[in-house]
Structure formats: C-alpha cells, structure tokens
C-alpha cells in the first residue's frame, strides 16, 4: 500500500484522509517498514517499523529495557550533540538516568506547590478570558488556547509575566517542525533553507536554556521555595544543563499538549452540541471524561520514536520504532466507533498522554486541571462561545497542531 509516513505532503492532507491511512495500516498483519527521509545537516538512519495497533504500541511503551528511549524518542533520526544539549531531556533516557531525574522533579511538586499551582490556575484563566472579552473575538490559540499553559508553566518555575511571550514564541519554533509559518523550512527540505531554519531552532533552545540556567543559578544563592529552588538544591538536585533541558521538556510538551486540546475541544463541542450540552448538565461531575476524550480524539503528540535493544520476533538490535498514539487511539479493537467524539466513553484506554510505563506524562494531571479550569471558565462566562470555520493546522509529524481557529461569542 502507498502510504509514506516519512513524506512530508502526507501530513499536509486532511486529517480524515491520514486518519484512514492508518486504519489501513492497523489492518496489515504486521508493522509496516518505512524508510526515513534524509534531512540536510542531520541526515536519516534505514528507516522504522511504524507501530499503529493500540496493544503494539502499550506494550512498547510497558517494555523500556527492550524497547529504549535512547539515544532518543524526540527524533526520528539520532540527534546530533549540537541538538541533544538543549533537546535531549529525561525522554530521551533510560533508567537509571531517567528514574533519577523524574524523582527529582517528583519530589518537588510538594503540597505547597501543587495547592500555589491550582490558585494560579484560576487566577490567569480569569485573567486570559477578561482580556479576551475586552479584545473582542479573533484568533482562539493566540487569545486564549496558547496562553493559559505557557503562563502556568512559567508562573510555576519563577519565571517573570517580561519572558512569557518570548518563551511562548520559542516554544512555537521548536515545534515547529515542517511548518514554514514557524521555522521558514519548506517542504521541498532546501539545504540552504533548512540551515535557516536549524539556526532559529538552535537559537530557541538556547534562549530557552538560558533563561532557566540563569534563573537556576539565582535560586541557588538565594533559594526562595518554589520550584526551581527545590529542584538545585538539596541532595538530589538538577545541573543547570538539566534544568535548562528540563525547562524546554516542561514548556514545550507542557504547553503545546494542553494548548492544542483547548483549541481542539472548541472544535469538537462545536461540531457536537450536544457533547457540548451533556458536559454543561453536570460539569464538575463530568468534565475528567471529557478531558480523557478530548486528548483521545486529538492525541496533540502523534509519535515518539523507541530504538530496539535485542533482537526480538521480527526485529533486530538497533531496530526504530515509532509510536504512533494517533493511530492507536483510534484502535477499532480497543475503541467501540472510533471516530466518534463521546464524552461519555468509558472505559477510555488511550494513549494520549503516552502509553503505559516509565515515561507516562508526568504533567497529565496538570493538563486535565488546565482544560478544566479554561472549559469552566469559558462556559459559564461566554456560554455562546464556539469556533468559527475550520482550523489552521501545524504541518508536523510529531505535533497534531492548531496554529490558528477563529472564534465568536
């Protein structure tokens, strides 16, 4: 069958026509091969198997000592030093590296933290709705979807309201991916175009990195409580180099995820009304289903990459494989109709937030209390409000993306 994972006019079609792609692809009797595309200044490796079964991919996702995160699950080709500085966070490791720094970050979100975290919460989704009322409407992601979680994480690691549109604008470049609106690379992959546009990604990277090594050396001297300050000092602590690959982990999967499920779920209530209506008829009682079936639907995060440790069945030590959660989410043999968009669902297995094991989203929690607090927020104070017109979406094989959605009230 011709379906070419690796190209990138394939994820410029329409979501119906890539989504039945891969349902034809789930009906293979095995993980179909594909070649990588070769990308100036990085180059490619053979290629990977392309995991779409939803039982494939958990079981990827439960077995990290055969199926390994390293030397990175954030690309499909191995990510060259130049990159891997800014880039190569705990996703990109094993344990005990892994285990060691997720306990890190574990422990820092204390009580204190988590309870500062939730009134903070309220408080800039209040905020962003009021200034959005006051604009009037316009643009849904860049008034309201793009705000709430880039301020959170900002808020949440000290870092001063000056930065947050500067960090909000990095975070975009680095997710970038094939968009030319966000990096200038076309999809014709120019030598001389992609150079421009590895320049703008190191330059995000670095600026990102340098904001939370600077800010982490302060909390050092002079360590005030919140969560940089736990995080460099005691025991256990984060390098500025961790710190600073953490940071960019915690703002770019942190924000572009819940951004793209806030943007996502306009959309889908929308188009389905009375979702819509059954949600508003008890809310609170609610609204966690319809947060797990939001992400299902959407899956913001298509892929992440695992590299094979051993041969094993069908596959060879050094083996990549690809997980393709967009596909298992929509997994005939897990999900009774699929396509459909059901707030109800239960039970809801899906993979959204990562499969099964080590590196299950440590922020899932966190995200589900963002489009909460935003949903409430938005329907109680603009019951009328909804999207207008179809999504501009992210051209990218790693993020399901929504640039841009027009919005009345």
């Not at 600073?244 to 770019?252: M, N, R, T, W």
Request: contains cysteine.
């Amino acid at each position: 069958m011709s379906v070419d994972l690796s190209q990138i006019p394939f994820w410029g079609l329409p979501q119906a026509e890539r989504m039945d792609a891969f349902r034809r692809l789930r009906e293979l009797d095995r993980p179909v091969f594909v070649k990588e595309n070769v990308v100036p200044f990085i180059g490619a490796g053979e290629g990977y198997y392309a995991l779409v079964r939803h039982a494939d991919v958990t079981e990827a996702s439960r077995n990290a000592a055969l199926f390994s995160s390293e030397p990175c699950s954030n690309s499909i080709p191995d990510m060259p030093r130049w990159l891997a500085v800014y880039f190569g966070s705990m996703i990109n490791m094993d344990d005990p590296r892994h285990a060691r720094l997720r306990r890190i970050v574990s422990r820092a979100f204390t009580p204190r933290i988590l309870a500062k975290m939730e009134d903070d919460l309220a408080v800039a989704a209040a905020e962003i709705v009021d200034q959005a009322i006051k604009e009037g409407p316009g643009d849904f992601v860049e008034q309201i979807a793009a705000r709430l979680p880039v301020r959170v994480i900002c808020d949440m690691m000290g870092i001063p309201p000056k930065f947050h549109d500067m960090v909000l604008r990095r975070t975009n470049v680095i997710l970038g991916n094939a968009d030319p609106e966000y990096t200038g690379i076309r999809p014709d992959l120019d030598r001389w175009n992609v150079a421009k546009g590895l320049g703008k990604l190191l330059h995000a990277g670095h600026s990102l990195n340098r904001l939370a090594a600077s800010l982490g050396d302060e909390r050092r001297k002079r360590p005030t409580g919140d969560l940089v300050s736990l995080l460099v000092n005691g025991e256990e602590r984060l390098s500025s180099q961790e710190l600073g690959s953490f940071f960019i982990l915690l703002v770019v999967a942190g924000s572009e995820t819940t951004r793209n499920a806030i943007a996502y779920g306009l959309k889908l209530f929308t188009d389905h009304p009375e979702q819509r209506e059954h949600l508003m008829a008890d809310f609170d009682g609610r609204i966690v289903k319809a947060c797990d079936e939001i992400v299902r639907y959407s899956t913001p995060v298509i892929q992440f990459r695992r590299t094979v440790t051993q041969d094993h069945g069908m596959y060879r030590k050094g083996d990549k494989v690809l997980l393709f959660y967009n596909s298992a989410n929509r997994d005939e043999a897990v999900f009774t109709d699929p396509d459909a968009f059901d707030v109800t669902r239960d039970p809801n297995p899906h993979v959204g937030f990562g499969g099964p094991g080590p590196h299950y989203c440590l922020g899932a929690h966190l995200a589900r209390r963002e489009m909460t607090v935003m949903f409430r927020e938005l329907f109680t104070r603009l019951p009328e409000i909804r999207s207008v017109g179809e999504p501009d979406f992210l051209l990218s094989n790693f993020i399901n993306g929504v640039k841009h959605l027009r919005y009345a009230h």
